[in-house]
């Protein structure tokens, strides 16, 4: 037979500071890029276009790590969700 134990309000908890966090991220980011965003009309040539090319390039990156928290917060709030429920009808077993 498995075995678990499981805080489900640890796991809550720990869903809405990835959520938390992740906005954070988001936030800076667009503040980062805005910053950048001003330097592109500041030169020409082939560095211009390597340094456009590599701020397209991270930012594909930053957007499958902001997907990944947004996937990680979703998960654990359905896990704590699930480990509630489990528990709310265990318990309405023994209620009588």
């Known amino acids: 037979m498995a075995r678990f134990t499981a805080n489900s309000?640890?796991?809550s908890l720990a869903a809405g500071q990835v959520s938390t966090i992740a906005g954070q991220i988001r936030s800076d980011v667009a503040q980062m890029m805005s910053q950048?965003?001003?330097?592109?009309?500041?030169w020409q040539?082939?560095?211009?276009?390597?340094?456009?090319s590599a701020t397209t390039q991270w930012r594909g990156a930053?957007?499958?790590?902001?997907?990944?928290?947004?996937?990680i917060s979703q998960?654990?709030?359905?896990?704590s969700t699930t480990y509630e429920d489990a528990e709310a009808r265990a318990t309405s077993l023994f209620a009588g």
């Not at 950048?36 to 500041?42: S, T, V």
């Not at 040539?45 to 456009?52: E, L, T």
């Not at 930053?62 to 996937?71: F, I, K």
């Open 9 to 11: 309000g640890s796991i």
């Open 36 to 42: 950048l965003g001003a330097l592109e009309g500041e």
């Open 45 to 52: 040539g082939a560095a211009s276009a390597a340094f456009s």
């Open 62 to 71: 930053q957007a499958q790590v902001e997907s990944a928290l947004d996937s």
């Open 75 to 79: 998960a654990l709030t359905a896990a």
